[in-house]
């Protein structure tokens, strides 16, 4: 029997420190990071749903902002296409977008670093003009995350008289 035995029992080594107690090194080191592992998995937790809160903040976000434009925009419905009704749709889009930049709802010191509109002959075709199609390009950089979103919205127009 080794000096280290006692019958079939392990009492330790001349290298482990302390009591064995019967534990593995794993289950030993285990033990030791279960309350860093509380830690670390209570933070991610929190990062991941905050991500998530904020995505789904941020969608939710931009779908009423696209919801409300083209409900303010629907009064292009009974005018004709042309510089005139570009001129009014992009002022009050850009008064709507003013007013989130206001509240605190865009990023920037400027009007100009949370938002644009454009509204012109750059954003349709001939063929969308033949069509009665009215189109806006609109983006806005929402709080989270600090990037700009760009969508179009399209409204239908009156046809001009043949």
């Not at 009492?11 to 279960?34: A, D």
Request: aromatic residues 12%; charged residues 25%; positive net charge.
């Amino acid at each position: 029997m080794h000096k280290y035995e006692k019958g079939n029992q392990w009492t330790g080594s001349p290298f482990s420190i302390g009591n064995y107690s019967g534990k593995s090194n794993l289950q030993r080191s285990q033990q030791f990071l279960r309350p860093m592992n509380k830690f670390l998995d209570t933070l991610l937790r929190a990062t991941l749903s905050r991500r998530f809160y904020v995505t789904r903040w941020t969608d939710r976000y931009l779908a009423w902002l696209e919801q409300e434009l083209g409900r303010k925009t629907r009064f292009a419905e009974s005018e004709l296409n042309g510089e005139r009704l570009w001129s009014n749709v992009r002022q009050t889009v850009e008064d709507l977008l003013y007013s989130e930049f206001r509240r605190g709802a865009l990023v920037g010191s400027k009007p100009e670093q949370g938002y644009f509109a454009r509204c012109d002959r750059s954003t349709m075709t001939q063929n969308d003009l033949d069509n009665g199609r009215l189109i806006c390009l609109v983006g806005v950089a929402p709080l989270r995350p600090a990037e700009f979103v760009i969508f179009r919205i399209g409204q239908w127009t009156k046809k001009p008289d043949p």
